[in-house]
Structures are given as C-alpha cells and as structure tokens.
C-alpha cells in the first residue's frame, strides 16, 4: 500500500503553488510524500524575508511524465529534451516517486522571480552557474540551491529548479539508499470530472492569450 501524497503548501503558509494555468499536471492537485511537504516548510522558512518559495511541480504519474518527454523532444530536440526530462523509459523519474519537487521563488509581493533573467525561458541557462544571467538572478539561484540543501534534498546537476528526496538522485548524492518507488495509481488523486473539464478549457484560453500577447515570461 502506497503512502498518501499531500500538497506542498500544507506545513507552510510562506509556500505557494503555482497557478493552475501554467501547470504541466492538471488532472491532479501538485502533491508530494508528506515529509518533503515537511522539508518545503523548513527551506521556505530559511529564505530571506520578503521571498516566499513556488512549487511549480511534484508528483507526476507515468501517463504524464511520458506525455513531456514526447513533448519536450518535439519542442526542443532529443538532445535539449534528455537534459530537461527524465527518460520515462529508463530507470524511475524523480516526479513519479512524488519525492522530487520543482521550485521557484517569489518576491514580496508573490511575483515570481525570474531566475534566468535576462532570459525568457527558464531553461535557456539551466545549470545552476551561469555567466549569462544578471548577477541578482545567480545569486537568489544559490540563495534557493542553499535552502533546499540544507532542508535535506538534493540538487539537480543541470536543472537548477529541480529537488529531491528518497529517489534515485537524492540517493546517489548522500550514498544511501532510495526510498522511494514509483506510485503509479494517480487517479486516488484526480479532480472531479467537472472541474478537470473547467481547468483544460481555462488554460487553453490563457495559452493562447500567451502566445498573441506575449504574456508570461516562464513558462
Ligand atoms: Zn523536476
């Protein structure tokens, strides 16, 4: 019997979720293993006053890790894709242990930061040291890298928004053992019918207000 997810935000009010309209998963709630929910609480409490910490992504069922990476390749290639997206096809990806987590940082007035500034696109330079972005993005960068380290996750080596615990990565970092397995029931944890129908329909609008406009810098 699997462990039940919860959402990240739970131990912490300075944790936030990202907007469904920019979400990857919108069938399900963004959720983790409750103790990472717990270490989330504890790195957002380390972060300097005024910055709040973004959950942008954690647990993602198989059905939907596959659906990115087929995704990703079309979009940027196999070669750019491999470095974004855990191959569904090989070994267990951090997300569909629900103990790997992607973050961001908001401002004090819950803006999110841009982390690759002056970049658009958050993967445009996405090795946690850059030369090309401005010197305020690279240091909140560390400020985040630090945080989570010290809350117990492990970093990621060429996404820097990338977190986690109990899995393969996280044990490979701290020489143990990995703790956790793939959960592959994700629909415990859907929305009602209805309300998956309402997000699809609402964040299609916004995408394609997005692309006219211009509107999000991100994602
Ligand atoms: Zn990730």
Redesign the pocket.
């Known amino acids: 019997m699997c462990e039940k997810l919860i959402n990240p935000d739970y131990y912490s009010n300075k944790i936030k979720l990202l907007s469904i309209l920019k979400r990857i998963e919108i069938n399900i709630p963004i959720l983790v293993r409750p103790k990472v929910a717990k270490m989330l609480a504890n790195a957002a409490n380390l972060l300097p006053e005024g910055v709040n910490l973004q959950i942008d992504?954690g647990y993602r069922s198989p059905k939907v890790q596959e659906y990115l990476w087929q995704n990703r390749i079309k979009q940027l290639g196999e070669k750019k894709a491999k470095q974004l997206v855990g191959n569904p096809y090989i070994g267990t990806p951090?997300?569909t242990t629900g103990g790997?987590v992607?973050v961001s940082l908001l401002d004090l007035h819950n803006k999110e930061i841009n982390l690759s500034a002056p970049f658009k696109k958050y993967y445009e330079e996405q090795e946690l040291y850059s030369k090309k972005i401005t010197k305020q993005a690279q240091e909140l960068r560390l400020v985040l890298d630090d945080v989570m380290i010290k809350s117990g996750f492990a970093p990621c080596d060429n996404?820097y928004w990338?977190f986690s615990y109990g899995d393969i990565k996280w044990a490979k970092y701290y020489n143990k053992k990995r703790i956790y397995n793939q959960i592959s029931n994700p629909k415990l944890y859907y929305y009602p019918l209805i309300q998956r129908y309402f997000y699809k329909t609402y964040r299609r609008i916004y995408k394609l207000l997005n692309k006219i406009f211009n509107l999000k810098t991100n994602y």
């Open positions: 992504g951090g997300h790997a992607d996404e990338h």
